[in-house]
């Protein structure tokens, strides 16, 4: 089974910058988006940033202008961009890719990384 693998979450000031990064451990077929969400203490996981097989980008409103996502197609790789981090920013964030194949989808999850951005 491939697990996506997850670095460089960690504890920030205010206004710092992180970049995370997602890459599966084997070979996976038919990538279609890849995106990372995140989930706060108490609060549900909501969608972050989005990029789909043609390059297009979605944002969730929270982090536009502030945060970047990237992907190299060749290794399945996924990386964030965050820069002007802010308190509210703090939350657990997964790695997700899409997968569809023969017309069936199929999601993979990391297992989170924690980000703790400090007033």
């Known amino acids: 089974q491939v697990q996506l693998v997850e670095s460089g979450g960690g504890l920030v000031q205010a206004g710092g910058s992180l970049r995370l990064s997602c890459t599966p451990s084997?070979?996976?077929?038919?990538?279609?988006?890849m995106g990372w969400y995140r989930q706060a203490p108490g609060k549900q996981r909501e969608l972050v940033a989005v990029?789909?097989?043609?390059?297009?980008?979605s944002y969730a409103d929270s982090v536009k202008g502030r945060y970047t996502i990237s992907r190299d197609n060749a290794r399945n790789t996924v990386c964030l961009q965050m820069n002007s981090l802010k308190p509210e920013d703090t939350a657990v964030y997964y790695c997700?890719?899409?997968?569809?194949?023969?017309?069936?989808?199929?999601?993979?999850w990391g297992q989170g990384t924690q980000v703790t951005v400090s007033s």
């Open positions: 084997g070979t996976i077929s038919g990538v279609n988006g």
């Open positions: 990029i789909r097989s043609g390059g297009d980008t």
């Open positions: 997700n890719v899409v997968r569809i194949l023969f017309g069936v989808l199929k999601d993979y």
